[in-house]
């Protein structure tokens, strides 16, 4: 199995930084792309950014200039770096990668984390 355990969320104030992680772990093969996704109360989950092994990026418009993603390969972790953080920001955030499990390396499964919360509040 492939697990993926998120970090770095909190309450921060309109305007502010965050940092959240995501590190894999397990039975890894190879991991392809890893993304970040939010859900807020009442709304459906939304792609927020994605990365591919390659690093080409991938981010909703309405995080674009101010939400960075990044990836260590050598590491199993994606990043996502979160400035100039708005009220609308506040969801949870789950860790997304699309990776190969040792035992069936011929299938690329689709791997979530348990989520960390992010609100923005004064």
């Known amino acids: 199995q492939v697990q993926l355990v998120e970090s770095g969320g909190g309450l921060v104030q309109p305007g502010g930084s965050l940092r959240l992680s995501c590190v894999a772990s397990?039975?890894?093969?190879?991991?392809?792309?890893m993304g970040w996704y939010r859900q807020a109360p009442g709304k459906e989950r939304e792609l927020v950014a994605a990365?591919?092994?390659?690093?080409?990026?991938n981010y909703a418009d309405s995080v674009k200039g101010r939400f960075t993603i990044s990836r260590d390969n050598a590491k199993n972790t994606v990043y996502l770096q979160m400035n100039r953080l708005k009220p609308e920001d506040t969801a949870v955030y789950y860790c997304?990668?699309?990776?190969?499990?040792?035992?069936?390396?011929?299938?690329?499964?689709?791997?979530w984390g348990q989520g960390t919360q992010v609100t923005v509040s004064s």
């Open positions: 997304n990668a699309q990776a190969r499990d040792l035992n069936y390396p011929s299938r690329v499964g689709d791997y």
């Open positions: 397990g039975s890894i093969f190879s991991i392809n792309a």
């Open positions: 990365i591919t092994s390659g690093s080409d990026t």
